[in-house]
């Protein structure tokens, strides 16, 4: 079990420029998570899929964020037209699944995206 | 609206001291808590969680913490600390699906 693997670990674009971060979750889990982490708002909430299909996507930036989970192995998390606010640290997560048994949540190393 | 409040930013203590780590919420329901941590560079790793039964959990690497309902408080203890528990360590409050995050709280280890 290689847990949760996101790629890249670090990500540099210019202002404008299009961001793509990958997520791997653990074979299995139903549930996957992204955040961002800054050292001014901490962790915040972006997304959540359960079984492929998106349930919550309240904490995402509606105009240039977007995630997607095409198949059970990998999500994906594209920001558009990058600004330098969009510099953070994008952790992704999963769990077998979350509910009302409150599963733990395994995180990726996390990808710090520096936008110049 | 749940909230999770950790008070302190940063906590020192030496090598071998013990030390704890406070977390209160605000929820009205049923609800699980949660500690993570976080060492620098890398993720979150789960360290424990609480729903129901015995108030005092215990956690990975001689971490425990206990519920107390009367102080809406889910503080987080070791009784001797390793330079290796030097890192962020996060309270969270699960509703529903979602966590409700603390601002974290950084263990600073002295040697």
């Known amino acids: 079990n290689a847990g949760v693997i996101q790629t890249p670990r670090h990500k540099v674009t210019g202002k404008g420029q299009e961001a793509t971060l990958w997520c791997e979750p653990i074979s299995g889990h139903s549930a996957v998570f992204w955040y961002r982490q800054t050292i001014v708002q901490g962790l915040e909430f972006l997304t959540y899929?359960?079984?492929?299909?998106?349930?919550?996507d309240s904490g995402m930036p509606k105009e240039r964020f977007s995630a997607q989970m095409p198949n059970q192995s990998h999500s994906t998390l594209k920001i558009q037209s990058t600004q330098p606010q969009d510099s953070a640290v994008y952790l992704c997560?999963?769990?077998?699944?979350?509910?009302?048994?409150?599963?733990?949540?395994?995180f990726g190393s996390g990808t710090r995206l520096t936008v110049l | 609206t749940q909230t999770v409040s950790q008070s302190d930013a940063h906590v020192t203590v030496f090598e071998g001291d013990s030390v704890e780590l406070r977390c209160n919420y605000s929820y009205g329901g049923s609800i699980y808590l949660s500690w993570y941590i976080q060492h620098h560079g890398r993720g979150l790793q789960f360290l424990l969680k609480y729903y129901s039964g015995n108030p005092v959990v215990q956690g990975v690497n001689g971490f425990e913490a206990e519920f107390s309902k009367s102080d809406s408080s889910f503080h987080l203890r070791k009784a001797s600390v390793h330079w290796s528990d030097s890192a962020v360590y996060f309270c969270?409050?699960?509703?529903?699906?979602?966590?409700?995050w603390g601002s974290g709280t950084k263990l600073i280890i002295k040697p």
């Open positions: 899929f359960r079984n492929q299909a998106p349930i919550d």
């Open positions: 997560a999963s769990s077998f699944r979350l509910g009302t048994s409150a599963e733990t949540l395994y």
């Open positions: 969270a409050v699960i509703s529903n699906y979602q966590l409700i």
